[in-house]
T-cell receptor, first 116, second 113 residues
């Protein structure tokens, strides 16, 4: 089973709202990732958690706040977003430490976010 | 630093025919992995195939196979007996130790009936 689930599937929010995206995997993977993807472009890495510790933050604005409550769950808290933050947000997981070359990432279906 | 280049932004193929998507990469590392991901209109990113640089044998998954030319740093994807469900954006990607997964810009493949 290589399933990563994400909720919600779609989200519309105003610039003053606070919302959260959720990602879950039950494959025993120890690394989890957040990506942002604009239409017709490759995903851009935002954050990496390896063994529940934040290992990479790609200089993402503070209006995005990641959280990894346990090894199966990854959240992305959103606050005071801008219209340009509208995108598909993808979560992924990989079996072992994120730094290893052989770590294959398995992606969830994504959350389509629209900021008005 | 790694780079991945996909020189074909768009391609089309007739159903049941064979198509090859090109990818070149550049890395100074000796230990690396290469991947092809498929992203259909639903936008779920699906792993198609994975190749370990140390393995000379080309990876194969059903109708999908790669032509891995290590000296030329080329990693093309061949899709045989194309099906309508193969219509998707295809991303080539590479991963070395200690680095992020690096994607190419993608190739939009359309399979026509």
């Amino acid at each position: 089973d290589t399933e990563v689930t994400q909720t919600p599937k779609h989200l519309v929010m105003g610039m003053t709202n606070k919302k959260s995206l959720k990602c879950e995997q039950h494959m025993g993977h120890r690394a989890m990732y957040w990506y942002k993807q604009k239409a017709k472009k490759p995903p851009e890495l935002m954050f990496v958690y390896s063994y529940e510790k934040l290992s990479i933050n790609e200089s993402v604005p503070s209006r995005f706040s990641p959280e990894c409550p346990n090894s199966s769950l990854l959240n992305l808290h959103l606050h005071a977003l801008q219209p340009e933050d509208s995108a598909l947000y993808l979560c992924a997981s990989s079996p072992g430490p994120s730094g290893r070359a052989q770590e294959t990432q398995y992606f969830g279906p994504g959350t389509r976010l629209l900021v008005l | 630093a790694q780079t991945v280049t996909q020189s074909q932004p768009e391609m089309s193929v007739q159903e049941a025919e064979t198509v090859t998507l090109s990818c070149t990469y550049d890395t100074s590392e000796s230990n690396y992995y290469l991947f092809w991901y498929k992203q259909p209109p639903s936008r779920q990113m699906i792993l198609v195939i994975r190749q370990e640089a140390y393995k000379q044998q080309n990876a194969t998954e059903n109708r999908f196979s790669v032509n891995f030319q290590k000296a030329a740093k080329s990693f093309s994807l061949k899709i045989s007996d194309s099906q309508l469900g193969d219509t998707a954006m295809y991303f080539c990607a590479s991963k070395t130790s200690g680095s992020r997964l690096t994607f190419g810009e993608g190739t939009q493949l359309t399979v026509n009936p």
